[in-house]
Every structure is written in C-alpha cells, then in structure tokens.
C-alpha cells in the first residue's frame, strides 16, 4: 500500500510542498498480474459469487480452476457487492483514498462507496476520499490505478488527480469477445432463447462499454473472425495511441490473449500492453475463455 501523504521543504523559506500518496483501493472487479500487484499495491476489497446459490468470496484465496468448473454446471449465477461498511472499514484503517469501482451500470459497488464516504466524512470531515466510477471493469480499472500512481509519482494534488483521472475515464474504450455466452444467458443480459440460437450457429457477439453500459456493437461468425473484427474497430478509429496502454484481460484464455497482443504490436502503437488473468468477478461476467480490452 502506498504511505500517507508527507511533506518535504522546496525552498530557502522553508515552505513545503505536499507528495501525494494516498492509498489506492478497489473492489475485486479489477483484474491485476504479479506484476501489476507488486506495482500498485492495491487493496482489493472482494465481492461475493454466488452458483446455484453456493457463495464464493472472490479474494486470493478462490480457486479459480474449481469456480470455473462449477460456473460451467451451474443453472443460476450471480453476485453481490461490498457492502458500504466493507469499505468504511478501508476509510479507518487508511484515511485518505482513491477509490475504484466496477460500472455503476454493472453494480450497486459505486453506490456503496459512495454511502460508505458520505457516512465517513460526517466523523472524519478532514479525509480526503474520491470514489471513481470506472465505466469499466477487469484490466480497465487497473489501467484507471496506473494512471493514478503516475499522477501520484508527479506530485500532482488530490483535486488534479482526480480531474485528470476523471477527463482519462471518459477517454477509455472497452470492448469484449464471450466465447460462452451461457454466463450471459444464466445473468438475463441476453434472453435464453436468442442466445441459444447464437450459440448453435456460432456467433460470436462484440460487446463493448459506452458510458459504462455494457451494448452489442457487431457480431461475427465464428471467434477468430469476431476477435480479428474487433482488432480493426480499435484501428479505423485512426487515433494516436502511442500515450496509451492497452489492457487484455482473459479469462484462462493465454493462448488468444498473447496473440492478440502481438497482433496490437503489429499494427498498432501503444505506449505499452499488458496482459491480465481475470479474477472471479470478472469471469462470472465474460465466462470461461472470454477477453476484454481496455485502453
């Protein structure tokens, strides 16, 4: 975790210049690698899965290869977020805050957050805390941490950070590929019959976000036609992405996910790609094999 925020003398008049490190915390939608881990040092606070009615805490302690098993047998599937005194209890023990949530179109997390802030100032109105809605989920919020530790190492304030990060989250695009649509069907994002009928003649749906709602752009026939269209949604857009990091998130998908990453080496040119293995929440939402990009 990163230590409070600390002061350091900047001049003759010994006046003092504030570094900002606050800490970053998260709820377990966002997906994070060894490295990234070590990187960050975010406190992840879990939500909870829920198969057939069995519940699952979605932390480190999930074994992802057995919920995988189980998320594929299961006739009903879904979750619950942290609950607004999960993260006053983050608020107590760390004091000043950045806050990522999933969606606010995907969960009630942010609405949590925001509850459990509001509760917090009223007793501690000297806290500085800022729930950030992601729009996104699973490497797209770790890319929302990223750009919040590099405003933090540039000593920017707590009021530029969050407007920065804020103006970087309306920027972001995500988009999508299931191979499964079963999850989809199990959550009522698709009705049964409709997916059914995709699923038996192999279409594959390219979802994406649009102001954190989650919406059918394209459909293809077949994976590699759908994962080689989206590829080319992200490059008609004709953008500069040499300032941007791409994230790709799978869901024990390696195979797909590192050659879409020397695909996006080939033809694009972002600033840096990272891969990233979806934890629990995040596979309950893009199923066994799916990946996201995020960037």
Do not use: W
Not at 83 to 102: E, M, Q, Y
Not at 245 to 250: N, Y
């Amino acid at each position: 975790m990163f230590v409070q925020m600390v002061k350091i003398p900047y001049n003759r008049y010994n006046k003092t210049l504030e570094v900002i490190r606050i800490d970053i915390i998260a709820d377990s939608a966002l997906d994070l690698n060894e490295s990234l881990k070590e990187r960050l040092g975010i406190d992840i606070i879990p939500f909870k899965l829920l198969l057939d009615g069995v519940e699952y805490v979605d932390d480190p302690k999930l074994d992802l290869a057995m919920f995988r098993k189980n998320m594929k047998a299961s006739q009903k599937a879904g979750s619950a977020c942290p609950s607004p005194n999960d993260f006053i209890a983050r608020f107590k023990a760390l004091g000043d805050v950045f806050a990522i949530t999933i969606s606010s179109k995907l969960s009630g997390t942010y609405n949590s957050a925001i509850l459990a802030k509001s509760m917090y100032l009223e007793e501690h109105p000297d806290s500085r805390i800022h729930i950030f809605d992601s729009k996104t989920a699973g490497g797209g919020e770790a890319l929302i941490a990223l750009k919040i530790k590099e405003l933090m190492d540039k000593n920017h304030s707590f009021e530029e950070i969050v407007e920065k990060v804020e103006h970087y989250i309306s920027g972001m695009k995500t988009y999508f590929i299931s191979e499964s649509l079963d999850n989809l069907i199990k959550n009522g994002r698709i009705p049964r019959l409709k997916g059914s009928i995709a699923s038996f003649m192999n279409i594959k749906p390219i979802m994406g976000a649009i102001d954190g709602e989650i919406l059918l752009f394209e459909k293809a026939r077949g994976s590699n036609k759908a994962f080689a269209r989206m590829v080319e949604m992200v490059l008609e857009k004709g953008e500069d992405l040499s300032e941007r990091i791409l994230s790709i998130s799978h869901a024990n998908n390696p195979g797909r996910a590192e050659s879409l990453k020397e695909t996006f080496e080939e033809k694009a040119n972002f600033k840096e790609i990272i891969l990233v293995p979806t934890a629990g929440l995040t596979t309950l939402y893009v199923d066994i094999e799916g990946v996201i990009i995020s960037y």
